[in-house]
């Protein structure tokens, strides 16, 4: 029983230290610095999300059967790996098999952490804390970000390596940490199985449940943005003759008014209801994106902005989920939400970075977000007599 409780402690230090990407505000300007145009920054992260895309389910599976403490160990080896590829890779080849890589860690971590942690709490008979336990893990991720969005920036005005070999360290750590996991039982089923009953689940869900899946994609279009124009914006806000540091400051900001977002997110729903948030979310997100295209001191105050919108929209998108499908098929539904996310994400990112470079990038947000503002109107306008 001790080794199970040491889960959950032992669980904040891994989610926070595995949470401190430190490369995450700073790789488009790296791959610029590399000598990628906007239009390969695009497809390489389009070769990603094709990547997490193809993964997400069956490293589930994998899970399932090799054990999630050993999928979480493979998670940061690959991470760690494909940090190094990173710091040594110049070519195009190069850097997509880095990001590959990385695509299969975040997979093989996805779902493993939370499964953990949920069984372990249900093992104690203490299931009903785990609203409680995953609201601090995600507070954790809150802060780990903000603090590696800043150490990034530091470093990268040092050096753009330095900052990768740091990731890697980082990886190392999570991994030393990871080891310390206890898991108490694993599934019986053999591969073939369980991602026989994932994919069935899958294509149930989808035929069957209309209404959720039409949350799915209308959040899967609003986060698609969200997290292109998040990218982008380094390299929008390097043009404007910002350093790295001052880029890492803003992007601290926005994520602390993200964080805030989140932890209040109820009060939107309170006052506006499910419908309202929708709207209100979107129509405001669309609105400050379109802002963003006049530069300067606008252009920042209407990002940082969206990171209270976006913020909030994360909970209560979650929220809208859950309470729609069955605790049996919760999982499925995750892995199925962020399949859509990277399907999504495959085909948006390359074409924002395809027409930031032969229109502009201020345009190109522009366009962003009209496209959302539309999404919310013919979104509601299509769906008005529905509950």
């Known amino acids: 029983m001790k080794r199970l409780e040491k889960n959950i402690k032992l669980d904040y230090i891994y989610r926070f230290i595995s949470s401190v990407d430190i490369t995450s505000a700073i790789w488009v300007l790296y791959l610029s610095y590399k000598g990628f145009s906007l239009t390969q920054i695009g497809l390489v992260e389009g070769i990603f999300h094709i990547a997490k895309f193809i993964l997400e389910i069956p490293t589930g599976a994998i899970a399932d059967i090799w054990g999630r403490k050993n999928s979480l160990i493979a998670s940061r080896i690959l991470a760690f790996l494909s940090s190094l590829i990173m710091i040594f890779g110049n070519s ?3 850097i997509a098999l880095g990001f590959i890589i990385s695509a299969a860690s975040l997979s093989l971590n996805s779902g493993s952490e939370e499964a953990l942690v949920y069984d372990s709490l249900k093992a104690l008979g203490k299931e009903k804390e785990y609203i409680k336990v995953n609201g601090i893990l995600n507070f954790l991720i809150e802060v780990a970000q903000i603090f590696a969005v800043f150490i990034g920036g530091v470093l990268s005005d040092i050096n753009f390596q330095l900052s990768y070999g740091v990731a890697a360290i ?15 039982n694993k599934s019986n089923l053999n591969e073939k199985d369980i991602i026989k009953v994932h994919f069935k689940e899958c294509f149930r869900i989808i035929k069957n449940e209309k209404r959720l899946m039409k949350i799915m994609i209308y959040f899967g279009i609003l986060f698609s943005i ?3 124009a998040h990218f982008y914006m380094q390299e929008y806000l390097s043009s404007m003759d910002f350093t790295r540091s001052e880029i890492a400051g803003i992007f601290v900001i926005k994520g602390i008014l993200s964080a805030i977002g989140s932890k209040y997110a109820y009060i939107f729903h309170d006052k506006l209801g499910k419908k309202g948030v929708m709207k209100f979310v979107s129509i405001i997100t669309g609105i400050l994106l379109m802002a963003i295209y006049l530069k300067g001191v606008t252009a920042i105050i209407s990002f940082v902005l969206m990171g209270a919108m976006i913020g909030a929209a994360y909970p209560l998108s979650s929220n809208y989920i859950n309470e729609l499908i069955p605790s049996e098929q919760r999982a499925t539904l995750i892995s199925l939400d962020s399949m859509l996310f990277s399907f999504l994400m495959i085909g948006i990112f390359p074409l924002v970075g395809f027409a930031a470079q032969h229109l502009s990038m201020g345009l190109t947000f522009m366009i962003l977000g009209f496209i959302l503002i539309v999404e919310v109107i013919a979104a509601f306008y299509y769906n008005r007599d529905s509950n």
């Open 226 to 228: 969200d997290t292109t």
């Open 92 to 94: 195009f080849g190069e």
């Open 170 to 184: 980082i990886s190392l750590a999570s991994l030393i940490i990871s080891l310390g996991f206890y898991e108490s």
